[in-house]
């Protein structure tokens, strides 16, 4: 398995909703990351997580909350979003930070916020 | 501060001609250097990658030239396909450390 799986694909929440967004990876990686993509932009670091520990947070506002509940998964819940925080939400993954390798990247998951 | 400097910011290209993406970029502990390849509503997907002590790689048709002394490498698209029609981002990486994307090319390729 080489793939890194994100769920939902698309999402659509008000701005008093909670949501999570899910990312499965099951290739041995143990860095993940969460990044931010806005249209014709490259991916932005949201979050880098090293042996299920939070590593890296790149100032990314408080409605933004990651959770690392295994080896394999990686989530974010979102909460009291904006409307400038629709994006497509890329989760990634590598052997290990910043591996040698680079990263495989999921399909993202489309996020607007109405 | 834009650690990867990355154009043209877009690029049409007739089918079957060649598409030339540069990059350049300042830090010489940079020891990685990936070419990522978009398609719209997807994440990134690796494309090729060389490291700096590789002045080539030719991966299909697809090859990195790289230029340690001037600090710039390009992505060289041979025979260029529509099915090419891609957003294709450069990136460096700092082993352990930092990894940068480009600022990104769109890629049209002309049936």
């Known amino acids: 398995d080489t793939e890194v799986t994100q769920t939902p694909k698309h999402l659509v929440m008000g701005m008093t909703n909670k949501k999570s967004l899910k990312c499965e990876q099951h290739?041995?990686?143990?860095?993940m990351y969460w990044y931010k993509q806005k249209a014709k932009k490259p991916p932005e670091l949201m979050f880098v997580y090293s042996y299920e520990k939070l590593s890296i947070n790149e100032s990314v506002p408080s409605r933004f909350s990651p959770e690392c509940p295994n080896s394999s998964l990686l989530n974010l819940h979102l909460h009291a979003l904006q409307p400038e925080d629709s994006a497509l939400y890329l989760c990634?993954?590598?052997?290990?930070?910043?591996?040698?390798?680079?990263?495989?990247f999921g399909s993202g998951t489309r996020l607007t916020v109405v | 501060q834009q650690q990867v400097k990355q154009s043209p910011q877009s690029l049409i290209v007739q089918k079957g001609g060649i598409s030339i993406i540069n990059c350049a970029y300042e830090?010489?502990?940079?020891?990685?250097f990936p070419w990522y390849q978009q398609f719209p509503g997807k994440g990134p997907a690796l494309l090729i990658a060389?490291?700096?002590?590789?002045s080539e790689k030719k991966e299909g048709r697809f090859t990195i030239s790289f230029n340690k002394s001037a600090k710039q490498f390009s992505l060289h698209i041979m025979d260029s396909q529509p099915g090419d029609s891609a957003t294709y981002f450069c990136a460096a990486i700092y082993t352990g450390n930092q990894f940068y994307f480009g600022t990104g090319t769109s890629l049209t390729v002309i049936p």
């Open positions: 060389i490291r700096p002590d590789v």
């Open positions: 290739m041995g990686h143990r860095a």
């Open positions: 990634a993954s590598s052997e290990v930070v910043t591996g040698f390798y680079g990263y495989t």
């Open positions: 830090n010489t502990a940079f020891d990685y």
